[in-house]
């Protein structure tokens, strides 16, 4: 899309989510611990839409004001100490989410309007398998489930009118997807020595199904990781760790289902850094 100035802006989407878990657990035995606890999430969000593949919804923007609301959290861990084992049921529930976005359309008009959004941030379940190979090595496995296909993020002027400016017809969702989401990861830790110990992975992901949305277009990917943790302490640790993701190829679709293009032989690099305290008594 070429600006007044001569300048050009493509398509954008940004969407941050910060999530704070409290947690308190009871062992109902020297095996089994309940846990549960409320999960904070907060969510904003900028979009925009450019380009000739997008016909009547180029040139709209939308800024989600940042909402924060409440969930909860619960689940089970079975233990067994002297092999290493560890296995975790987890689920958490969906959030409801009430905010404003502040919209421009130019297919509608040329200010800029306030209007309410509500949206559920889906539900999703966890589970988590550690057991000891030997006294040095871990295996570790995670299962994750969410229900995305049921996500639907509707703002006023894409969704509740259309480009006629008719308040009785309905638009399309700006934000869908096709299925629900199941990843998985394998992987192996091994401890060194009592001060370093490093980690490999194999990860996967089913996607969210083909044709994807064009502001996210892929499906699912393969990918492996490797981390290095060293002690500082008894009690502190540092860990570093990067991912290489093979993405998986997808077409895309605008939002009214429309396919605009196809994305195949992409990949995805990322690191991370984690500091640990715990108390060990």
Do not use: C
């Not at 421009?104 to 379940?125: G, M, R, Y």
């Amino acid at each position: 899309s070429t600006l007044a100035n001569g300048t050009t802006e493509g398509t954008k989407a940004e969407f941050e989510s910060n999530n704070f878990t409290g947690l308190l657990g009871w062992n109902v035995n020297s095996k089994v611990m309940l846990f549960g606890g409320p999960a904070l999430q907060e969510i904003e969000g900028e979009v925009k839409l450019r380009g000739q593949i997008y016909k009547a919804s180029a040139n709209y923007q939308a800024t989600l004001k940042s909402d924060k609301a409440v969930g909860w959290v619960t689940g089970i861990v079975f233990k067994k100490p002297e092999i290493g084992l560890k296995a975790g049921l987890t689920y958490r529930s969906e959030i409801n989410h009430d905010t404003q976005t502040t919209e421009s359309f130019t297919a509608i008009s040329d200010e800029k309007l306030i209007h309410s959004v509500t949206f559920t941030t889906p539900e999703s379940v966890n589970f988590d398998l550690q057991t000891g190979l030997n006294k040095s090595t871990l295996l570790n496995f995670n299962v994750r489930w969410v229900p995305w296909s049921d996500f639907a993020f509707k703002p006023y002027h894409l969704y509740q009118k259309t480009a006629t400016n008719s308040p009785t017809k309905q638009g399309v969702p700006l934000l869908t997807y096709e299925n629900d989401q199941w990843s998985a990861q394998l992987g192996l830790s091994h401890k060194l020595n009592s001060k370093w110990a490093v980690s490999t992975s194999l990860n996967w992901d089913s996607g969210l199904g083909s044709p994807a949305n064009a502001l996210g277009p892929i499906d699912g990917y393969w990918g492996t990781g490797i981390g290095v943790q060293y002690n500082l302490s008894n009690t502190l640790s540092i860990a570093v760790g990067g991912k290489y993701l093979w993405l998986g190829d997808a077409k895309a679709k605008r939002q009214n289902g429309d396919v605009i293009g196809e994305f195949s032989d992409n990949n995805n690099i990322g690191f991370g850094i984690k500091l640990s305290y715990q108390s060990k008594k």
